[in-house]
């Protein structure tokens, strides 16, 4: 595991909904690009038994805030990049029992980005698809 995996990963512990309540670990960190997964539980679930669009909301949404903020943490920065509004479409269920997302700059300029956060189940069933937009707040 590479040093800004660690690093992201004791800033993002205090993201406690993502982390905590839904789950989330960030496996793989670099500049630009993050890979997080989550084990489904019960507690992912909605009353019809399919996994609940928030959690995968969630996974995207700290995929898009590790990865865009990556190259701050990398050269001992704060945290400066936030979402302006995300795009969600839900392709599948999933038929496993982990969820992976990929997160990867489509552009990122000085004050505005464009992430696209792919999410699978480990059998690589595509359940959703995201877009986030952010700004850099300082």
Known sequence: MTNLTLKAREVFA???YATDITGVTLDMVEPRHVCCSLTITPSHRNAMEAV???VMFTLADL???????????????????????SEIHFLAQPKGARLLAE???VKQGRT???FSISIKDE???P???VTTTGMKTN
């Open 63 to 85: 995929a898009f805030a590790a990865a865009a903020n990556a190259d701050l943490l990398e050269s001992g920065g704060n945290l400066a990049w936030v979402s302006l509004g």
């Open 127 to 129: 359940v959703a698809m």
């Open 123 to 125: 059998l690589n069933t």
């Open 103 to 105: 997160a990867s700059c």
């Open 14 to 16: 205090n993201d406690r």
């Open 52 to 54: 609940m669009g928030g």
């Open 112 to 114: 505005t980005c464009v």
